[in-house]
T-cell receptor
């Protein structure tokens, strides 16, 4: 069974640029959630996708957008990058059903905005 | 605003002792509770999930839930240096979103 994978591992961007982060969910999981984690803080919920539809969104501006594909992989896009967007971006997948709230994380993408 | 509170620590525990980590939450409607372990520079790893009042044991780990008092705790028996990490509490109130605490840093001293 393949776990959750994310790419790239690290990324350095300049303020104002755009970035796309990618996530492949664990086999059999149809729900993907994205989080932003700043140093020393807990993860902050960005949004969740279930069967290719956005299923909920946290308190993030519209320049944070996403997609989920038929194979349940997902992308997080961030436009007009700001210095405060520097963080660890985590993708987590869930199996659905009674265990739908148990989320399993990928290794994360460390984004640095300069 | 729905909140999950944890003592940031660090909590220092001698090797072989019991480590006790606590978490309180504000939303009485919360239904699912999770403990994650996060090593420095790594992503969170699910350790325990608990859904009903009482204790749930898995190896050296025991999760305790008290919905009336709105707290959930994690006990680690026979603590090992490899248990040194930040422990995150997450709470779900029945919708799509997990609410996270900021984590407690645990240090196990050999």
């Amino acid at each position: 069974e393949t776990g959750v994978t994310q790419s790239p591992t690290h990324l350095i961007k300049t303020r104002g640029q755009q970035v796309t982060l990618r996530c492949s969910s664990q086999s059999g999981h149809n729900t993907v959630s994205w989080y932003q984690q700043a140093l020393g803080q807990g993860p902050q919920f960005i949004f969740q996708y279930y069967r290719e539809e956005e299923n909920g969104r946290g308190n993030f501006p519209p320049r944070f957008s996403g997609l989920q594909f038929p194979n349940y992989s997902s992308e997080l896009n961030v436009n007009a990058l700001e210095l405060d967007d520097s963080a660890l971006y985590l993708c987590a997948s869930s199996p659905g059903g009674l265990s739908s709230y148990e989320q399993y994380f990928g290794p994360g993408t460390r984004l640095t905005v300069t | 605003q729905k909140e999950v509170e944890q003592n940031s620590g660090p909590l220092s525990v001698p090797e072989g002792a019991i480590a006790s980590l606590n978490c309180t939450y504000s939303d009485r409607g919360s239904q699912s509770f999770f403990w994650y372990r996060q090593y420095s520079g790594k992503s969170p790893e699910l350790i325990m999930s608990i859904y009903s009042n009482g204790d749930k044991e898995d190896g050296r780990f025991t999760a305790q839930l008290n919905k009336a008092s709105q707290y959930v705790s994690l006990l680690i028996r026979d603590s090992q240096p490899s248990d040194s990490a930040t422990y995150l509490c997450a709470v779900n109130e029945g919708n799509y979103q997990l609410i996270w605490g900021a984590g407690t840093k645990l240090i196990i001293k050999p």
